[in-house]
C-alpha cells in the first residue's frame, strides 16, 4: 500500500491532496493543528477509510517527534509540507513598518519547520518505495518573477524554503530522495482569496501530476502546478 503525508490537511489546498490521494488508493496520513475541529476532514476520512487524521502543529518540536515517535516503522512515500502562513498583509508587511515578530513566525512556519519535519520523517521515507518531498512555495519566493516589489515577510520565507529545497535535494540525493519546491498558482482558498484563478482541485491535480513525474534529473527544481518550470 502506498502512502502519503500531508501537513496542513484540514482545509485548501492540503484538503484537496487528501482527498485526491486517498481516492487514488494511497494511505493517507493528514495532519492538522485541531483534528477535533476539522469537520470536512473527519467526515473525508470517515467516507473513504483509509485516512488517518493525526494532530500536529508543525512548529511544535514535541509535537514533531510524537509523529515520529507514533509512525516509527512506517513507510512514507511522499511527503507533501503543505501548511503555510501568509503572514500579516497590511502595513506591517512593508517598508518602514516591518514586524519582525511576524517575520519570524512566517519564517518558522513556512521555511524552518517543513525542513525540520522531513528531517524527523527522513527513515520513514528511506522505507518507501517513491522517497518523494514536496514543498509548497509560492512564485512569490521567486527573484525573478518579483516585479512588483513590497510583501518581504511572505516573499523571503518562501525565497528560503526554496534554498533549504534546493539544498535537501542535492543531500539526499545519495539515497534516491527526490525534492521539489511547488508553486501551487493562485488558488481560491482561504488564503488565496476570492479573485484567484484556479480551484483547488485543478491546482492539486496538476500537482500530483509534478509529483508522480519526479525523477533523480528533475529533484531540486521549482515548479508549477502545470508542469512549468519557475525561475529561481
Known amino acids: 500500500m502506498k502512502t502519503v503525508l500531508i501537513t496542513g490537511a484540514n482545509r485548501g489546498i492540503g484538503l484537496q491532496f487528501t482527498k485526491q490521494y486517498a481516492e487514488?488508493?494511497?494511505?493517507?496520513?493528514?495532519?492538522?493543528r485541531t483534528p477535533l475541529e476539522s469537520a470536512e476532514l473527519n467526515a473525508l476520512a470517515n467516507?473513504?477509510?483509509?485516512?488517518?487524521?493525526?494532530?500536529?502543529?508543525i512548529t511544535d518540536e514535541?509535537?514533531?517527534?510524537?509523529?515520529?515517535?507514533?509512525?516509527?516503522?512506517?513507510?512514507?512515500?511522499?511527503?507533501?509540507?503543505?501548511?503555510g502562513y501568509y503572514g500579516p498583509k497590511d502595513e506591517t508587511s512593508q517598508f518602514g513598518q516591518l514586524d519582525q515578530v511576524e517575520?519570524?513566525?512566517?519564517?518558522?512556519?513556512?521555511?524552518?519547520?517543513?525542513?525540520?519535519?522531513?528531517?524527523?520523517?527522513?527513515?520513514?521515507?528511506?522505507?518507501?518505495?517513491?522517497r518523494k518531498?514536496?514543498?509548497?512555495?509560492?512564485?512569490?519566493?521567486?527573484?525573478?518573477?518579483?516585479?512588483s516589489g513590497g510583501s518581504y515577510?511572505?516573499?523571503?520565507?518562501?525565497?528560503?524554503?526554496?534554498?533549504?529545497?534546493?539544498?535537501?535535494?542535492?543531500?539526499?540525493?545519495?539515497?534516491?530522495?527526490?525534492?521539489?519546491?511547488?508553486?501551487?498558482?493562485?488558488?481560491?482558498?482561504?488564503?488565496?482569496?476570492?479573485?484567484?484563478l484556479i480551484n483547488s482541485e485543478t491546482s492539486v491535480k496538476g500537482m500530483r501530476s509534478v509529483i508522480n513525474k519526479l525523477t533523480e534529473k528533475t529533484s531540486g527544481s521549482f515548479v508549477a502546478y502545470d508542469g512549468q518550470p519557475i525561475p529561481w
Request: glycine letters at 8%; a neutral charge.
Open 24 to 32: 487514488a488508493g494511497y494511505t493517507v496520513f493528514a495532519t492538522t
Open 103 to 130: 517575520w519570524l513566525k512566517t519564517l518558522h512556519i513556512n521555511t524552518i519547520a517543513p525542513l525540520k519535519f522531513a528531517e524527523a520523517l527522513i527513515d520513514n521515507l528511506l522505507l518507501g518505495n517513491e
Open 133 to 147: 518531498i514536496a514543498f509548497l512555495s509560492s512564485k512569490m519566493g521567486s527573484m525573478t518573477d518579483n516585479g
Open 153 to 196: 515577510i511572505y516573499r523571503s520565507s518562501k525565497a528560503a524554503l526554496n534554498a533549504a529545497t534546493k539544498s535537501l535535494a542535492i543531500d539526499l540525493a545519495e539515497y534516491d530522495v527526490k525534492v521539489v519546491a511547488l508553486h501551487p498558482g493562485w488558488v481560491l482558498t482561504d488564503m488565496g482569496g476570492p479573485n484567484a
Open 47 to 57: 467516507k473513504l477509510g483509509n485516512i488517518k487524521v493525526l494532530s500536529l502543529d
Open 62 to 83: 514535541k509535537q514533531i517527534a510524537g509523529i515520529k515517535s507514533m509512525l516509527n516503522g512506517q513507510a512514507i512515500d511522499i511527503l507533501i509540507a503543505n501548511a
